[in-house]
Nanobody, 123 residues
Framework: VQLQASGGGLAQSGGSLRLSCVDS????????VGWFRQAPGKEREFVAA????????IYSDSVKGRFTISRDNTKNTVYLQMNSLKFEDTAVYYC?????????????????WGQGTEVTVSS
């Protein structure tokens, strides 16, 4: 598994962005995948996760109803659609693949991490 996150950038408050996480080695189709974020001066926090086949998704309370995680295993890609962005969504976003097929919010259950993509939301 080798993950590449992209899609970050600058957005206005209330706007939208879509992040993508591609596995260049095309091997994470059996893995649960999660998105995490880390804002300046803060600890990394869980955002969303999806099971290997997309049947199960979980979200943090802070993004529930605004963000949607999905995956297309034919393209070896997991997406994070972010709508109604808020200033406090500003962070570097990381995707990660776990060793198991389930979705989980526990960061220590993810083994493979991408390099991060920066999201900045202007207030």
């Amino acid at each position: 598994v080798q993950l590449q996150a992209s899609g970050g950038g600058l957005a206005q408050s209330g706007g939208s962005l879509r992040l993508s996480c591609v596995d260049s080695r095309r091997t994470f189709n059996n893995n649960g995948v999660g998105w995490f974020r880390q804002a300046p001066g803060k600890e990394r926090e869980f955002v969303a996760a999806i099971s290997w086949n997309g049947d199960n998704t979980i979200y943090s309370d802070s993004v529930k109803g605004r963000f949607t995680i999905s995956r297309d295993n034919t393209k070896n890609t997991v997406y994070l659609q972010m709508n109604s962005l808020k200033f406090e969504d500003t962070a570097v976003y990381y995707c990660a693949a776990g060793l198991r097929s389930a979705a989980t919010s526990y960061g220590d259950r993810y083994r493979y991490w991408g390099q991060g993509t920066e999201v900045t939301v202007s207030s």
